[in-house]
């Protein structure tokens, strides 16, 4: 059974700080998702990472992938108060399965003035 | 506009009652999904589809009922056997290839009253 977990689960940061979530994986797997989620909202897709030493940013994020040792990670760089949200990663299983994704219990980041 | 629209986005249910979720995306994808979100955690898959006419169980079917009759829609129908139905309730689709984003509809809250 694949199982991702995220640390740390609950994240205070001051603006202009950097940070660095991380989202482990218990299969083999080179498929990975990061998605932010605003309270009582749906999910916004951030990031797909498809490959070992996949490395894609946007903004104030980047997020990598290291499929050896089943390792993502979503960096923060200098924090702003629009970055508070829950972030989630997701692992698809592979296979003929594509886009069955498990999710890790989510992030919740709150940036502070 | 091109998306997922899923209805009602507020649903009450009362004990005994089966409830129809709906789902319709324009994106001309293959792939459904249906995820149920509780307070404070990650997502879990219900159902998913590849194809039409043809659908397979998630990770907590029990208790849930889909069909895929149209590429389109994706219903979810929520029965009397599912015990603690309340929940947020999201619909995705996506392209049937691997690596390809996975999109999210805004969700239906389902409370049990």
């Known amino acids: 059974e694949l199982k991702v977990e995220q640390n740390p689960l609950f994240l205070s940061m001051q603006e202009g700080k950097n940070y660095t979530i991380y989202c482990n994986y218990s299969t083999t797997s080179d498929r990975l998702y990061w998605y932010r989620q605003d309270p009582g909202k749906s999910l916004e897709s951030l990031f797909v990472?498809?490959?070992?030493?996949a490395v894609k940013q946007e903004g104030r994020l980047m997020a990598s992938l290291d499929t050896k040792a089943r390792l993502s990670t979503l960096h923060i760089t200098a924090a702003v108060h629009d970055l508070s949200a829950t972030y989630f990663c997701?692992?698809?299983?592979?296979?003929?399965?594509?886009?069955?994704?498990?999710f890790g219990q989510g992030t919740i980041l709150t940036v502070h003035p | 506009d091109g998306g997922i629209t899923q209805s009602p986005k507020y649903l009450f249910r009362k004990e005994g009652q089966n409830v129809t979720l709906s789902c319709e995306q324009n994106?001309?994808?293959?792939?459904m999904y249906w995820y149920r979100q509780d307070p404070g955690q990650g997502l879990r898959l219900i159902y998913y589809?590849?194809?039409?006419?043809?659908?397979q169980k998630g990770d907590i079917a029990e208790g849930y009922s889909v069909s895929r009759e149209k590429k389109e829609s994706f219903p979810l129908t929520v029965t009397s056997a599912q015990k603690n139905p309340t929940a947020f309730y999201l619909c995705a689709s996506s392209k049937r290839t691997t690596g390809n984003t996975i999109y999210f509809g805004e969700g239906s809250w389902l409370t049990v009253v």
């Open positions: 990472l498809l490959s070992n030493g």
């Open positions: 589809s590849q194809i039409v006419n043809d659908f």
């Open positions: 994106l001309n994808h293959d792939a």
């Open positions: 997701a692992v698809d299983e592979g296979g003929t399965s594509y886009g069955k994704l498990t």
